[in-house]
């Protein structure tokens, strides 16, 4: 009996392993690659994806992804306008979900979840957020190291605006058992 079950929890720490690699950040100059995670989808039932803009000076910010426009607002002090050094979260998406959290509560919301670093500003890393706002799922940045007050920001027509309910995006430990199951 021992024996196998040694086996199993050895298979299990070696899939998990391998699973945490299941997403990467590709280039994106207005082409979504087909392994894009999808973050969801706005008023017109379009798919919104999930970015990361390098802002000179401020750092690497989560952005809204929008098929066929190449630029992408970050923000940041504002809203910036980035048009290169632009990236896109690919990956396989059942192995991530999207957990509710709010500003005074997320570093224990997320005590038992692996939630996804999405970029960094200030020496602080970022996760990725996302709230359905006027009929639109907008996608931005949560500033985790915020304690108690991490909120999340996004662009809201050109200028930035912070709300302390959101999702956030987190890892599904679940695939593993998904991956074992095949
Ligand atoms: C934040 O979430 C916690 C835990 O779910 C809840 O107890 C608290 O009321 C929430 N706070 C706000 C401001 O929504």
Redo the contacts with the bound molecule.
């Keep these: 009996m021992f024996f196998p079950t040694f086996l199993l929890v050895f298979t299990v720490i070696q899939v998990s392993i391998c699973l945490n690699e299941d997403y990467y950040w590709r280039e994106y100059t207005g082409t979504i690659p087909d392994d894009a995670l999808v973050g969801g989808q706005d008023i017109n039932k379009k798919d919104v994806y999930i970015g990361q803009a390098y802002v000179h000076g401020d750092g690497l910010i989560v952005s809204e992804i929008f098929p066929g426009v190449r630029e992408v607002h970050a923000p940041i002090n504002g809203v910036k306008t980035v048009k290169s050094y632009i990236k896109i979260l690919c990956g396989v998406q059942q192995n991530f979900y999207w957990s509710p959290a709010?500003a005074?509560?997320l570093h224990l919301?997320m005590i038992d979840k692996r939630p996804i670093i999405g970029g960094h500003e200030n020496g602080g890393i970022l996760y990725i957020g996302r709230l359905s706002y006027e009929g639109n799922i907008r996608i931005g940045k949560i500033v985790p190291f915020n304690t108690e007050d991490a909120r999340f920001y996004f662009n809201n027509q050109g200028s930035e605006k912070s709300v302390?309910?959101y999702e956030v995006l987190v890892y599904n430990e679940n695939a593993v058992d998904v991956r074992l199951g095949q």
Excluded: A, P, R
Aim: proline share 0%.
């Design positions: 709010n005074s509560h919301q302390s309910s």
